[in-house]
């Protein structure tokens, strides 16, 4: 027992730091998850060049948890780290969508593959948004090729058939991916069919 103070009073200053950087972590990661929220507001206005910009300020925040979390690996793969994750591919990824480039890998944004799976899913059910609005300004073939790039990244995102404790529940993601892709093609098909329509009845 000779031992006991300098024992718990090591474990306490390990504890100490660890809790440290867990708060930093904690700061980095809200400040991360709002710049994302501001990026994908600015997409939806079409404000594309400020959303980049935010997109690279949550990537530097990323960075930043990353390296507040070096020595705790444990707390790096912590839930709500990867949250916050999931925000930064959901919205990188919706970038890329809807400027037609390609797609941010996963060591680009500095995040594990399941969040960025699902950040990607999340991207995709956003697009939506952006294939409604298209087709309220007539531009359907707009809308036919977000709605094929919805479709697409469901295709290959069910096929990650892993257990959820290493998808991070991608199985209920894409599930709902999948429902907000019905819904988006019924109204896509719905405007090409009244479009021909006025097409037909305009050349009588």
């Known amino acids: 027992m000779d031992n006991l103070a ?21 700061a980095h990661g809200r400040a991360l998850v709002r710049t994302c929220a501001n990026a994908i507001r600015a997409m939806h206005r079409g404000e594309l060049d400020t959303a980049e910009a935010a997109v690279e300020g949550a990537r530097t925040e990323a960075a930043r948890v990353r390296e507040a979390l070096a020595g705790h690996p444990d707390l790096l793969h ?12 959901e919205a990188a990824c919706l970038l890329a969508l809807l400027r037609g480039t390609p797609l941010p890998e996963p060591a680009h944004l500095g995040i594990a593959g399941a969040a960025w799976c699902n950040g990607l899913a999340e991207a995709a059910s956003e697009g939506r948004r952006n294939a409604l609005d298209r087709l309220r300004r007539d531009d359907l073939d707009g809308a036919e090729r977000m709605l094929g790039r919805m479709d697409d990244i469901l295709s290959e995102l069910v096929a990650v058939d892993y257990p959820d404790a290493v998808t991070d529940g991608l199985r209920r993601t894409c599930d709902a991916l999948r429902a907000v892709v019905e819904r988006t093609r019924g109204d896509v098909t719905l405007a090409a069919v009244q479009t021909r329509t006025r097409k037909a009845l305009e050349g009588r």
């Open 6 to 26: 300098s024992l718990v009073a090591s474990v306490r200053e390990e504890l100490e730091g660890k809790h440290a950087a867990r708060e930093v972590a904690l």
């Open 78 to 89: 912590a839930g709500y780290v990867q949250d916050a994750h999931k925000e930064l591919a």
